[in-house]
Structures are given as structure tokens and as C-alpha cells.
């Protein structure tokens, strides 16, 4: 009488006879392969974003429906850009050329 593969991957579901060769499987086979989507509302993995778009329609579409308009990500323009001349002290020292 023999256990034979014992441990499951929980992300595929292939099972192994040692744990260590199935966590050898998660980390670098399984999880370190595919990347992975990760469902920002709940604990929802999709392997492709296309998957985790559906997911989102189907279990999140109250919380997508809150923001309808797709707002136009603008980017913060620093005011500082404009910076008063007079601080640059590099800009030729005139009193000193004249001397
Ligand atoms: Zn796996
Ligand atoms: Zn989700």
C-alpha cells in the first residue's frame, strides 16, 4: 500500500506525490510561469486579463458601473515647471564681468 500523490497544486490542480516537488511546481512551474491577474475587488486569479475582465463584469459590475465615464487620466502638471528666472545663478554674473 502506497500514497500516491498526495499533493494538489492548488492553481492547476496536478497533483504530486512530495510536497516538496509540488511546491518546487507552484513557485516556478505554476505560479512563477504565468502572470497573473489579480482581481482588485476580490481574491479572484485570472491567468489572462481577458478572463479577469469577464470576472469583473460578471461579480463586479455594480462597482465598475460607479464610475461610468472613463475619465481621461491626466497627468498632474507641476506648477514649478515655471520657475522664476532670477534664482538660476549661473546665468552670467554681469557685476562680476564688468570689473
Ligand atoms: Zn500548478
Ligand atoms: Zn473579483
Redesign the pocket.
Known sequence: MYEENQYSCQHCGKRYRWKSTLKRHEVFECGGKEPVHQ?P??D?RAKQSGNLRV??RK??TSIELQSPSPAPRKPIVNPIQHQPSNLSTNQTPVAAAER
Open positions: 482581481c475587488h476580490c479572484y470576472h469583473i461579480y463586479h
